[in-house]
């Protein structure tokens, strides 16, 4: 498992960015309050305004209901025409399907499809794509804090029942598991590198330590052998008989050498 992830890591490259297009997801600026996204960690600890509003226009109801005495309640008839004037809500499928309460309803939302993968393998050395697939992650991750911001934006856009609110909900969705995968499996990618970089100096550290020891050994044997000591007692117990028995055999003369051979 181990080798494959190392060589899967070795040759994969991350995928091509997305183009800009004016494709239409359910995220973009047309549709979405760009201003919740960008002030709704701000606005965490307080109520949102248009609560607040809302609250206020309670109060005043309230004090004004308190001064003049209770408000007349709208008859069956006034209740009835409001109702078909509105389509019942403004659902789909209704009598005002037609008429849409809020800006998203009105877009074409399109399927949010992933990024084409690469098909060619990487020729980046081993530093190289560790350092590349490094960058790559620390963008999906970037994109993936970006794209949770806005879920609440994105369901504030459309009606809770209307066909492009679960249409943007699920592109939405999509795209989240997908960034969330291609972190996670290019993480593995990293590690598998960085192991396989760590393998390597062990390894590389223990053969020079090796080779280290045995140039100390040869180069001590040389120093020996130059000093006369690298000789062991038998080394030079025989060679102290080889030279006794050469010797008389070198200094006799040649007719004495042949007779000793002829009576051998």
């Excluded at 000093?227 to 038998?234: D, F, L, Y």
């Amino acid at each position: 498992m181990s080798s494959a992830n190392y060589w899967s890591a070795r040759l994969s490259k991350e995928p091509l960015s997305g183009s800009v297009s004016n494709v239409e997801y359910g995220w973009s600026e047309h549709v979405i309050n760009t201003a919740l996204v960008e002030h709704r960690s701000e606005s965490a600890g307080s109520p949102p305004s248009s609560m607040a509003s809302a609250a206020n226009a309670r109060g005043h109801l309230h004090s004004v209901s308190s001064a003049s005495g209770p408000l007349p309640r709208p008859s069956f008839q006034s209740s009835l025409r409001g109702s078909f004037d509105t389509g019942f809500g403004g659902g789909v499928g209704g009598v005002g399907a037609g008429r849409s309460r809020l800006p998203g309803d009105k877009a074409h939302v399109t399927e949010w499809q992933p990024p084409s993968q690469s098909m060619m393998a990487s020729r980046l050395l081993e530093v190289d794509q560790l350092r590349a697939l490094t960058a790559y992650v620390a963008c999906a991750e970037v994109e993936l804090e970006r794209h949770n911001e806005l879920k609440h934006a994105i369901e504030l856009a459309y009606s809770p029942r209307h066909a492009n609110h679960h249409r943007s909900v699920a592109n939405w969705q999509r795209k989240s598991d997908y960034l969330l995968r291609e972190i996670v499996k290019f993480r593995t990618y990293m590690d598998s590198l960085a192991a396989a970089q760590t393998a390597k100096e062990r390894f590389y550290a223990k053969r020079s330590s090796a080779t280290g020891q045995q140039q100390h050994v040869e180069t001590t044997s040389v120093h020996n052998k130059q000093m006369g000591g690298a000789s062991s007692p038998v080394d030079s117990g025989r060679a102290m008989r080889e030279e006794r028995d050469v010797t008389p055999r070198a200094s006799m003369p040649p007719q004495t050498l042949l007779q000793q051979s002829a009576a051998g």
